[in-house]
């Protein structure tokens, strides 16, 4: 969920909270129970130019895996962006996203530091992305590179 807190022609400010739920039980990481997001958006628009920012805290549920191996009971993450939109309907954008690692004691502990590069098509009210998401530095603590597709309907 989102709420604009402030918006002009121009940016706009929004805060947003997000709830997820892990039922799995059956791999190491596991141990059910909810997790909660808190996060600021920012963004500013003119002509084609768009700049956006987060900044925000998950709260993780309490998944000790054993004495010695815990996730954080707190980790923040921020990300940075800009896009491109020209022909009206075509965009490109390039993002920056940090992510403080969860888990003590391993490789997961590293921040996550990732870079996107993608492209968005829109029609209507019907958004059409496809990404490629790179992993910076740290090889060991999330997936090297990722891509996504993805399909945004907006609702008046």
């Given at each position: ?5 402030y ?44 700049l ?51 888990l ?6 590293e ?46």
């Amino acid at each position: 969920m989102q709420y604009t807190l402030y918006q002009s022609e121009h940016q706009a400010l929004a805060v947003g909270g997000s709830l997820y739920y892990n039922g799995q039980s059956d791999y190491e990481f596991s141990s059910g129970g909810f997790e909660q997001n808190l996060q600021l958006n920012w963004s500013y628009a003119n002509g084609g130019h768009s700049l956006y920012t987060t900044l925000g805290v998950v709260h993780h549920a309490d998944k000790n895996i054993d004495d010695d191996l815990y996730f954080k009971e707190f980790t923040m993450e921020a990300a940075v962006g800009y896009g491109y939109r020209f022909l009206s309907n075509h965009e490109i954008l390039m993002e920056y996203h940090l992510y403080e690692g969860a888990l003590n004691q391993t490789a997961f502990s590293e921040n996550v530091n990732e870079a996107t590069l993608g492209y968005r098509y829109y029609w209507d009210h019907t958004v059409l992305e496809i990404s490629g998401t790179e992993n910076l530095f740290n090889m060991d603590n999330s997936t090297d590179i990722a891509f996504t597709l993805g399909v945004r309907h907006y609702f008046h």
